[in-house]
């Protein structure tokens, strides 16, 4: 599925800024942006790419069992992470490298979940309440629906004051708005009418089923029928995500229900490390999409203001830097202690887990004895 | 609760999860027509009307939703108490329970607790159609994450509600629902033993036999056939079915030197299999008899009309008290 009449627009292929009719209501979110802040745009998409990249390069070098890149999607990312405010709450899935890179989440504790050193890798209370990554897909919009309905529940939704009000923003796939988890999201969100933006990355390939395998109408489209308001962004244009982000989100953090946003973007990459798309993907698809690369786009846009070489260079060296201080910190990675299996299964004391725990321990010590003796 | 009173399970359940309400503003209740009806079983009968739509939701019919959106509002703070209609209905729920539910405090680092009550009313004798009589406790007391829990009297099933909502790991309720009728006094100033223990509910001398939840009522039947028949027979009440409390079974083992397990689930990987090994591992030297289990089938829980054949009646608990003495 690529653009259509209905996708709304706000920075053409060719890097120049679109007017119409459809995003006039959009332009505002974009012509209050400064110099300053496009910037930032530029930089969080390159240092995504720069930290993708040496994800790739570490996979392949045995320093992770598993690499899973955000490649070609940064656009989507970028633009829907500046759009919201501090006090909002993320559910990603587990492609979101951008969005948690912009609320404070070290890339490396991302390495650590794929380098098989945890399940988990941050706490969303200390990093700009960006939950962790879930692997089951769509189970997170359940969560981020339930965190929306408590929202609600405590009166901080709809009161008008922006310091207060509060939105959840959650991320998922083409493939997953087949699974009945979104589908319930989506009833629950609209029941309760949750202070939520549902964001869909339409990337087109769930593995290696193209997104025609999923639906046969346009995914936005089914968010009316759950009666939530749903519309279709270039998500490879980083303007229109932010400002349609902005746009929703204020109006579900003021109370006016659910929002629902289909990005279309494209997976530029594999769908992991262990994934081989050219066994399901035509060179000519790819070559399509490289066109509609994301951060080219943009680049043309800003140096179009008049953007220096000099910013393009030092953001170039920034996310070499960037990438290089992830590779160094990976490789100073070391193992957790064993009692990390047991001591976090329950909150309260649990006697199977602690007697497990003290048998592996003196099984253990039994070898230590018999090197002693 | 003004004091000592006599209630139907379903009466004192619901007196728990009131005082529990009452005691904390964090604690909500979900479920399919649980307000404005009070359940299918009345358990919820009244609530909402006393706490509002707010505190106990009418959700959509859907029990992954359910229980996945009672994980969100968790993470914000709230104690959910999810109701599953019935058992066979939990399983949409599974991936929620199981993957998430289950694994979140261990995926954070112990960083977040999980504080989600799951009631499943469970277990046969009411003649319903299928799905609606299942005993499904071995697939979450198998899952670590998971702690699960099933009274057999309405004064355990009163305060098993409010310590399995206190509880800061997600609890698995099993309510035998054709206990939720008969009455049993409650006493709503004794909490008595703590939620996850096994309770003595006959003291005997020569076989044990053990069961949780309705097969409580069997097995203290089968015991009052046995006295009369002259044999005296010792019956635990399971209560808490993850973590499993050995000390009083592994005591009572050693003093009759026999053991029963009653389930009503079937026995093939059950709870029942599990308690008979590590009685094995553990009390081998005292054991006169190898541990004899009486379970539900390993078929499909039968049409209703044959439910008598499928699940352990006292007669067939006393046939294997039987083959146990007879060792």
Known sequence: ?373 | MPGLESLPMAKALNAGLRKAMLDDPQVILMGEDIGTLGGVFRVTEGLQGEFGVNRVLDTPLAESGIVGTAIGLAMRGYRPVCEIQFDGFVYPAFDQITSQLAKLTNRHEGGISMPVVIRIPYGGHIGAVEHHQESPEAYFAHTAGLRVVSPSTPHDAYWMIQDAILSDDPVIFMEPKSRYWPKGEVDPENRGQPLHTTAVARVGSEVTVLGHGAMVSVLLQAADIAAEEGTSVEVLDLRSLSPIDYGPILDSVRKTGRLVIAQEAPGFVSVGSEIAATVAERAFYSLEAPVLRVSGFDTPFPPAKLESVYLPDADRVLEAVDRALAY
């Open chain 1, 1 to 373: 599925m690529s653009y259509t009449e209905a996708t709304l627009q706000l920075l053409s292929p060719a890097g120049s800024l679109v007017e119409s009719d459809s995003t006039a209501e959009y332009l505002p979110f974009i012509e209050q942006l400064g110099d300053g802040r496009l910037r930032e745009f530029h930089r969080v998409m390159a240092l995504t790419r720069a930290f993708d990249m040496e994800g790739t390069y570490l996979q392949r070098q045995g320093q992770m069992g598993l690499w899973v890149p955000s490649l070609g999607q940064e656009a989507a990312q970028v633009g829907s992470g500046f759009a919201m405010r501090p006090q909002d709450h993320i559910f990603p899935s587990y492609r979101e490298h951008a969005v948690g890179i912009i609320r404070g989440v070290d890339p490396v504790d991302i390495v650590r979940l794929l380098r098989g050193l945890t399940h988990g890798g941050w706490a969303a209370a200390e990093h700009g309440n960006f939950h962790i990554y879930t692997m089951v897909l769509g189970s997170q919009t359940l969560h981020a629906t339930g965190y929306a309905m408590g929202i609600t529940l405590d009166g901080k939704a709809g009161t008008g004051d922006p310091e207060v009000d509060e939105a959840v923003i959650t991320y998922f796939g083409d493939g997953s708005t087949s699974q009945g988890d979104v589908n319930e999201a989506l009833v629950f969100a609209a029941s309760y009418q949750t202070p939520e933006l549902f964001f869909l990355q339409n990337n087109q390939w769930a593995i290696s089923v193209p997104v025609s395998r999923q639906s046969r109408t346009p995914l936005y489209l089914r968010a009316g029928g759950f009666g939530i308001p749903g519309i279709q962004i270039d998500g490879n244009d980083v303007l229109i995500s932010y400002a349609a982000s902005r746009k929703n989100l204020e109006e579900t953090r003021a109370g006016g229900g659910p929002r629902f946003i289909e990005a279309l973007t494209y997976r530029m990459g594999a769908h992991t490390s262990s994934d081989d798309p050219t066994k399901y993907r035509a060179d000519a698809e790819t070559a399509h999409w490289a066109a509609l690369d994301p951060i080219a786009r943009f680049e043309t846009y800003l140096r179009s203001r008049g953007e220096s070489d000099a910013f393009f260079t030092e953001v170039k060296a920034e996310a070499a830097d960037f990438a290089a201080d992830v590779r160094r910190r990976t490789l100073e990675l070391g193992v957790p202690a064993v009692d990390a299996i047991f001591d976090t299964v329950y909150s309260e004391p649990h006697p199977l887990i602690d007697e497990q725990k003290a048998w592996l321990a003196n099984y253990e010590a039994s070898f230590s004895e018999a090197e002693g003796a």
